[in-house]
């Protein structure tokens, strides 16, 4: 992809990214790529009605590298990352926040489930303090499906989330592994100038999943 692309559209640290010798830079995280291609599809909504609501569902499998040094037996520089984008428009009582996030954490539970991990944790945090409600009614929707957690104290992703976010974990040998991430991000205001717009994006660690999942078979 075009070099600076993370960085710009993300705010990640040029540092973690691997940049080419041709003005390019290798995949560091689907989800900005996919930001950006959902940018441009709504866009094109937005010229034929400047007031749509139509959302724009995207998903790509990437085989990424991290610029950084990983500690821990399951951390990697070079792995597979499912990555997930749903941008929208804001159309009133946070609607869009409401029904995106736990429809994020549904489709990821689903890939969990088909590997053969049933026992699942879902952990939601409101990082700006004003989206107690949308926490609240994305509880209400997975309570059903998984076990659910709300994680005011969570320290990573302060910055990174603009409000809501939330980690998936496993639990695998009584042990509670982190495989998923996602939450509510501002890129597609910025890139569409447009504070109306929304973007929910999430990833989820395939090679993590693989890993736990190959002594069973």
């Known amino acids: 992809m075009p070099l600076g692309t993370h960085s710009v559209v993300a705010g990640i640290s040029q540092n973690r990214v691997v940049s080419t010798i041709r003005s390019t830079e290798v995949a560091a995280d689907p989800t900005n790529s996919l930001a950006l291609e959902a940018a441009v599809r709504r866009r094109t909504l937005l010229r034929r009605d400047p007031k749509t609501a139509e959302l724009v569902q995207l998903a790509s499998i990437d085989r990424v590298v991290r610029g950084q040094q990983f500690d821990g037996p399951r951390s990697f520089a070079h792995f597979t990352l499912l990555g997930l984008v749903t941008a929208g428009r804001d159309v009133g009582h946070r609607r869009f926040d409401t029904e995106a996030l736990p429809q994020h954490v549904q489709a990821l539970m689903a890939v969990c489930r088909a590997v053969g991990f049933p026992e699942l944790l ?6 700006d303090g004003g989206s107690g409600t949308v926490i609240e009614a ?23 989330y603009e409000s809501v976010c ?13 495989v998923a991430d996602g ?33 069973a078979r």
Request: proline share 4%.
């Open 183 to 215: 939450g509510l991000v501002n890129w597609t205001q910025q890139l569409l100038d447009n504070r109306k717009e929304r973007l929910m994006i999430s990833g989820l660690s395939l090679e993590r999943l693989t890993q736990l999942a190959a002594p």
């Open 122 to 127: 879902a952990q939601l945090t409101d990082f």
């Open 138 to 160: 994305c509880a209400a929707a997975l309570s059903r499906e998984v076990s659910v957690e709300m994680w005011p104290e969570r320290p990573a992703g302060r910055g990174y």
């Open 166 to 178: 939330f980690k998936l974990s496993v639990i695998h040998n009584d042990e509670t592994i982190e």
